[in-house]
């Protein structure tokens, strides 16, 4: 079985900065495309940023010159740094991956984290 499992959300100030983290455990091959997705009460889960293995990356428009996505690909770690948050940047922010597991070669799973809350104010 794979699984994600992300860390470092929390209370934070407008303005100020934050960085989350999310490992791939798991009897893994390999990962194609990780990344983040958010949701707000009330409102749809929408694309934060995405990273394939070769290190394209694309972000969601709102995001766009604030953050950056990373990732380790001999850890199968991916991280998300946020900086200038705003208090629309409050959502739960989720982790995603398509995994190659070593049981079912060339089959790629969409795995998704449980979640990490983000919540920007004063």
């Known amino acids: 079985q794979v699984k994600l499992v992300e860390s470092g959300g929390g209370l934070v100030q407008p303005g100020g900065s934050l960085r989350l983290s999310c490992a791939a455990t798991?009897?893994?091959?390999?990962?194609?495309?990780m990344g983040w997705y958010r949701q707000a009460p009330g409102k749809q889960r929408e694309l934060v940023a995405t990273i394939t293995s070769g290190g394209s990356t694309n972000y969601g428009d709102s995001v766009k010159g604030r953050f950056s996505i990373s990732r380790e690909n001999t850890k199968n770690t991916v991280s998300l740094e946020m900086d200038s948050l705003k208090p629309e940047d409050t959502a739960v922010y989720y982790c995603?991956?398509?995994?190659?597991?070593?049981?079912?070669?060339?089959?790629?799973?969409?795995?998704w984290g449980q979640g990490t809350l983000v919540t920007v104010s004063s």
């Open positions: 995603n991956a398509e995994i190659e597991r070593v049981s079912e070669r060339y089959r790629f799973l969409e795995v």
């Open positions: 798991g009897s893994i091959f390999s990962i194609n495309t």
